[in-house]
C-alpha cells in the first residue's frame, strides 16, 4: 500500500510467524498456522546512512552509520503505514482473527494516534535486510557508481 509523503510504496507484508515466546524456531513442528504477525516494511528509506575509515589502517573495521529513520519522511511514512496496518486489522474481515491490541507501557501517547504511532516507530523499528537493493561504489569517473557528488 502507498501511504505517507514518499512517491514509492510502503509494504504491508504477512510473515507467518509463530509469536508464541516459548517457540523454538529450529523446530517448525511448533508453528500454529493460525497465527502471524503483520508489520509496514519501509522498502525506499530517504534517510541516508554513512561509511567512514576508522584509521588510516586498513585492517581496521570502518565505522558504519546507517542513520536511520534521520529523514522526518521515514517517520511520517511509517507513521501512515502503522496507520493503516490498524485499518485493515479493524475491518470485518480479520474479526476473529486478531486480538485486541494492548498499548505499549510507558508510552506516553494515546493509542492510535499519530504520536503513539511516531513514538512506536522510532522505539520498535528495527532493520531486517537490504529489500531494496545495493550500490555500486567507485571513483567519481564512472557512471556506474554512486559517489558523494553524484547519487
Keep these: 500500500a502507498r501511504v505517507g509523503e514518499s512517491k514509492e510504496p510502503t509494504d504491508l507484508k504477512f510473515n507467518p510467524l509463530n509469536l508464541n515466546p516459548d517457540f523454538d524456531r529450529k523446530d517448525w513442528t511448533d508453528w500454529k498456522p493460525n497465527q502471524f504477525t503483520m508489520t509496514p516494511i519501509?522498502?525506499?528509506?530517504?534517510?541516508?546512512?554513512?561509511?567512514?575509515?576508522?584509521?588510516?589502517?586498513?585492517?581496521?573495521s570502518p565505522v558504519i552509520d546507517p542513520k536511520y529513520l534521520t529523514h522526518p519522511n521515514d517517520i511520517k511514512t511509517l507513521v501512515k503505514a502503522w496507520e493503516k496496518l490498524h485499518d485493515v486489522l479493524q475491518t470485518d474481515h480479520m474479526n476473529?482473527?486478531?486480538?485486541?491490541?494492548?498499548?505499549?507501557?510507558?508510552?506516553?501517547?494515546?493509542?492510535?494516534?499519530?504520536?503513539?504511532?511516531?513514538?512506536?516507530?522510532?522505539?520498535?523499528?528495527?532493520?531486517?535486510?537490504h529489500p531494496i537493493g545495493t550500490c555500486r561504489m567507485g571513483p567519481e569517473e564512472r557512471?556506474?557508481?554512486?559517489?558523494?557528488?553524484?547519487?
Design 42 to 60: 519501509l522498502l525506499h528509506p530517504e534517510s541516508i546512512g554513512e561509511i567512514t575509515l576508522a584509521s588510516d589502517n586498513p585492517y581496521d
Design 96 to 129: 476473529g482473527y486478531v486480538a485486541a491490541p494492548d498499548k505499549i507501557p510507558n508510552c506516553p501517547y494515546e493509542f492510535g494516534t499519530a504520536k503513539y504511532w511516531e513514538w512506536y516507530v522510532r522505539h520498535f523499528t528495527l532493520t531486517i535486510y
Design 143 to 151: 557512471p556506474d557508481t554512486v559517489t558523494l557528488t553524484r547519487s
